[in-house]
């Protein structure tokens, strides 16, 4: 699960944006969660790609995967089901579509700052050993670094680097790719200080690029919270909105794996619209409206998903002849291998790893993190390390190795030895020549890209010819669209004040009360937010006295002004290129009369300061048979 969900948009607002999940949110013509054809498909996802959304919210889930059917061109799931067994390449942008990625550097600050200025500190003085440290569900990587500045910050780049482990885990491969290149574009990294970023990112052709000598702390792993094993002894674990998509049964076996990766007295992060309702014997609140806990002195029991990562081998005594033809046969066979000690010392090398990484038998002995092979053709610390905690085996995929001569690709391959008592002996690394596989890749995509080109070519060629019809009809939809959207987002309304309204009934205790509502009401802002994100066109709410409620990431690429300067400001008082004398009259008609609503078409000057035909439709905002404000609806098009 990401938060995760990579460099993406947030997949919420995905979710909302287009008169499919309207319909679907709406109920008209969704198919119920516990559809027979739905689960059929699920357990298929899971069976074939190991990917589990069994747990998931279902709801939600439905919206998603309806809404990636009907780009397809599908409305039956058993019909889907089929398409995906014949086009498998349907997985990926179905997965992008499902998986969550929401994440930004130092995302709710207020939590960041308790964080950083009481909880970490308090780590570091109770403790002088290794600091480790996990962020579950970790999507493009923005949170993991965050937690190595925060740390930095508090105990020095020496110290960092000696005594703490950060371990980042998501299922989404494509998140976990971007993240590991530590590489993010200005706008991402915006939400960073002046100061820490100047300190911690360097500028580079691509972008801004993370410390390298820090980046090394910090492992990226794919893991599925619903599944795999937690990784154990963690000090502090950041899961920030992830438990939100999953339902109460995956929710409490989640928790359950956290706990028990915590050390006692070890922080636990979650994100704001989250909270530990059913586990307070477990964790203890450090600070509720920051979502911060400790793990409790209780003992939690083993969930069962730690398991031996290597069977201990069984050990004879072997006669000297067969030992020497075993030394001689590990030195003349054809793959490069080498064998690091427990001790992290340079024990064996063959022929062919001494032909490939200059390595000779003087090197016998020495440390593995004083070789250039360490950290050449990439570093491998992280994940000797990696390999020595978990006990199981690590594969590196078409690693380039930058040498004179030809280019070469390799695997290398990281496997725990283990000796008579099943403890840890050493690491087999085997490096694979994998260049003429990478080759035949790279030619393969080279072609694929050609015929893409040269199908798109003939596409727009055609796209040519129907332009004008197009253009018309799109007129028409992006009209329908409006009107089915605000209808959609008005039943949402309607659902959730219902949903509220029988959670009341059954609850009892103004406290447990306080606590749902809340809950709901995180659920339905976020809601809110994403239908007024994906809108098409630019949206301004405001109250009766015309200050500015809500503005859309639309209004603010129209406009040029941010949201944050907008709300709680009058409209009248903002500096942009609406005409609002044109519109005052609007304003004040519908405010009069709630029952009406206004239209009308203006020039305008857009944040680029263009010249755009602006249309306003304005309409009054209704509780309880009185005007609480004014909704603006508008769409630019560009002047000829």
Known sequence: ??????????????????TDEATDAAGATAVRPDDESFERLLLHLRDVRGFDFTGYKRPSLLRRVRHRMRAVGFESFDEYQDHLEVNPDEFVPLFNTILINVTSFFRDRDSWEHLSTRLIPSLLETSDREIRVWTAGCAGGQEAYSLAIALTEAMGVERFRERVKIYATDVDEDALAYARAATYTERETESVPEELRDKYFETSPHGMVFRQDLRRSVIFGRNDLTRDAPISRIDLLTCRNTLMYFNAETQSRILSRLAFALRPQGILMLGKAEMLLNHTDTFNPVDMKRRLFRRGSVPVPDPQLVMRSAAPMMRFAVPDALQSLRTDAFAAAPLAQLVIDAQ??????????????????????????????????????????????????????GVRWAKPGPELYVDIDLVPLVD?????????????????????????????????????????????????????????????????????????????????????????????????????????????????????????????????????????????????????????????????????????????????????????????????????????????????????????????
Do not use: C
């Open 1 to 18: 699960m990401s938060e995760s969900i990579s460099p993406r948009e947030p997949a919420d607002v995905a979710d909302a944006g287009g």
């Open 344 to 397: 992290g010392t340079l024990a064996m090398i063959n022929e062919s790893a001494k032909s490939l990484t200059k390595l000779t038998d003087s090197d016998v002995g020495r440390r593995f993190h004083e070789l250039d092979l360490s950290f050449r053709p990439m570093e491998l610390r992280p994940a000797l390390h990696e390999t020595r905690e978990s006990r199981q085996p690590h594969r590196l995929r």
């Open 420 to 640: 008579v008592r099943d403890g840890y002996a050493g690491t087999l690394l085997t490096f694979t020549d994998v260049t003429r596989y990478q080759q035949v890749h790279q030619e393969l995509e080279q072609t694929t890209k050609q015929l893409q080109a040269a199908s798109e070519e003939l596409q727009s060629t055609n796209e040519e010819l129907e332009t004008t019809n197009e253009e018309l009809q799109s007129t028409v939809e992006e009209l329908e669209t409006t009107n089915e959207e605000l209808q959609s987002t008005n039943e949402e309304l309607e659902t959730m004040n219902e949903e509220l309204q029988s959670m009341n009934d059954e609850l009892q205790g103004a406290n447990e009360e306080l606590r749902v509502r809340s809950s709901e009401l995180t659920r339905l802002n976020d809601f809110m937010e994403s239908i007024l994100g994906s809108m098409q066109s630019s949206v301004i709410v405001l109250d009766r006295d015309l200050t500015v409620q809500i503005w859309n990431r639309n209004a603010q690429e129209l406009w040029g002004v941010r949201s944050d300067e907008a709300v709680g400001t009058h409209l009248f008082n903002l500096d942009f290129g609406l005409p609002t004398d044109a519109v005052k009259p609007l304003l004040r008609t519908v405010l009069n009369d709630p029952s009406t609503t206004r239209q009308l078409s203006i020039d305008a000057i857009n944040r680029r300061g263009r010249p755009v035909m602006l249309s306003v439709r304005v309409a009054a905002l209704m509780s309880r048979g009185d005007a609480t404000g004014v909704l603006l609806v508008m769409d630019a098009e560009p002047r000829e």
